[in-house]
T-cell receptor, first 114, second 115 residues
Framework: AQSVTQLDSHVSVSEGTPVLLRCNYS??????LFWYVQHPNKGLQLLLK??????LVKGINGFEAEFKKSETSFHLTKPSAHMSDAAEYFC????????????FGGGTRLMVKP | GAGVSQTPSNKVTEKGKYVELRCDPI?????LYWYRQSLGQGPEFLIY????????DSGLPNDRFFAVRPEGSVSTLKIQRTERGDSAVYLC?????????????FGSGTRLTVV
């Protein structure tokens, strides 16, 4: 069985400061991992993905995430937050044993203060 | 089309009524997925189609929920005897052949409200 835990339901940062959104996963097999972002009343947008290539993954809008197998983590970071980054972020896992099903974490709401 | 299209964007229905939610995937995408997102939660898997057949329907909560994809393109999620607990955003996604390195492309969802 696969599962995802997003350790913070809400994160608040000031504009221009670093962002860290934490994610731990559980998977029986070599997982694929994703981060999606959801702006209010908008669809889910893929930020970045890990699929057993480089462990440091760069995504859109300056975000990146590092796959750490020993820690079963896939934390999302960004060096400098922008007001437009305020949104809901979902860490997602999928493994071959679960077919093509994505399992989502509960989400982290990122707030950016001016 | 350019993206995954879901209609209607909003649906309000009375408890006990029947509803149909439509998903039009990206042209050529053989894999299609339905997810349900309740308020304040992450999306939960409902059903996965590969072509016309349901390859995995393990996420459907009960027999009031049913989905079809008769021609391997458009899919319809059908909910009978709706209950207030069915209120949620229903998301559809498609991908070229199944889970691939690009993940899925999601639609904007249908917000279902059962009153």
């Amino acid at each position: 069985a696969q599962s995802v835990t997003q350790l913070d339901s809400h994160v608040s940062v000031s504009e221009g400061t670093p962002v860290l959104l934490r994610c731990n996963y559980s998977s029986s097999y070599s997982p694929s991992l994703f981060w999606y972002v959801q702006h209010p009343n908008k669809g889910l947008q893929l930020l970045l993905k890990y699929t057993s290539a480089a462990t440091l993954v760069k995504g859109i809008n300056g975000f990146e995430a590092e796959f750490k197998k020993s820690e079963t983590s896939f934390h999302l970071t960004k060096p400098s937050a922008h007001m437009s980054d305020a949104a809901e972020y979902f860490c997602v896992v999928s493994d071959n044993n679960a077919g093509n099903m994505l399992t989502f974490g509960g989400g982290t709401r990122l707030m950016v203060k001016p | 089309g350019a993206g995954v299209s879901q209609t209607p964007s909003n649906k309000v229905t009375e408890k006990g009524k029947y509803v149909e939610l439509r998903c039009d995937p990206i042209s050529g995408h053989t894999a299609l997925y339905w997810y349900r997102q309740s308020l304040g939660q992450g999306p939960e898997f409902l059903i996965y189609f590969q072509g016309t057949g349901a390859a995995d329907d393990s996420g459907l909560p009960n027999d009031r929920f049913f989905a079809v994809r008769p021609e391997g393109s458009v899919s319809t999620l059908k909910i009978q005897r709706t209950e207030r607990g069915d209120s949620a955003v229903y998301l559809c996604a498609s991908s070229l052949m199944g889970l691939d390195a690009n993940g899925y492309t999601f639609g904007s969802g249908t917000r279902l409200t059962v009153v």
